[in-house]
T-cell receptor, first 116, second 111 residues
């Protein structure tokens, strides 16, 4: 079974440009999560999709970040315009959805974003 | 709010040395506790977990015990190998299924 995949693995852009990160969850996983690790700091939650709906986006830092999950399959996270402080590693995770059981989240390898 | 504090790295050990990575947490309610590992070039992988006080999680020779009285979940391994070189993250999951991670501890094991 294929794991969570993310693309690209590394992106270097200039301040003010736009970048779109993509996450393909494990097939059949309704839950999809985005996290971010700014250099040297903790991994922080950004948002959670259940299928195509945003369940929780309390961790999104500001309105320069836009996440979508059209059709409830893959998800994109767009940063527009990018700022220096957006540099870090962006992780995606997915899990099955259960009403009484909390399923493990499986993480992708991350996308390293460098804004210069 | 909930948070996790873990020992800062980097940590460098010789092969077969004893490893401890400290982790303490702050949480309301009764969280579950986790250790994740990220090997070079790979994603985060669940290493072990404990869902209630006094539970011990173990995997691949690593262990951690959920200590409610000290709000700790320290990771230990009796004899590390070169292949254990990775970044280790302590995390808690609150009752709302929200994850809180520590800053990560980089471990390098030298032959």
């Amino acid at each position: 079974e294929a794991g969570v995949t993310q693309f690209p693995s590394h992106s270097v852009i200039e301040k003010g440009q736009t970048v779109t990160l993509r996450c393909d969850p494990i097939s059949g996983h309704d839950n999809l999560y985005w996290y971010r690790r700014v250099m040297g700091k903790e991994i922080k939650f950004l948002l959670h999709f259940v299928k195509e709906s945003k369940q929780d986006e309390s961790g999104m830092p500001n309105n320069r970040f836009l996440a979508e999950r059209t059709g409830g399959t893959y998800s994109t996270l767009k940063v527009q315009p990018a700022e220096l402080e957006d540099s870090g590693v962006y992780f995606c995770a997915s899990s099955q959805r259960g009403t009484r059981v909390i399923y493990e989240q499986y993480f992708g390898p991350g996308t390293r974003l460098t804004v210069t | 709010g909930d948070s996790v504090t873990q020992m800062e790295g980097p940590v460098t050990l010789s092969e077969e040395a004893f490893l401890t990575i400290n982790c303490t947490y702050t949480a309301t309610g009764y969280p579950s506790l986790f250790w994740y590992v990220q090997y070079p070039g790979e994603g985060l992988q669940l290493l072990l977990k404990a869902t209630k006080a006094d539970d011990k999680g173990s995997n691949k020779g690593f262990e951690a015990t959920y200590r409610k009285e000290t709000t700790s979940f320290h990771l230990e391994k009796g004899s590390v190998q070169v292949s254990d070189s990775a970044v280790y993250f302590c995390a808690l999951r609150d009752t709302g299924n929200q994850f809180y991670f520590g800053t990560g501890t980089s471990l390098t094991v030298i032959p």
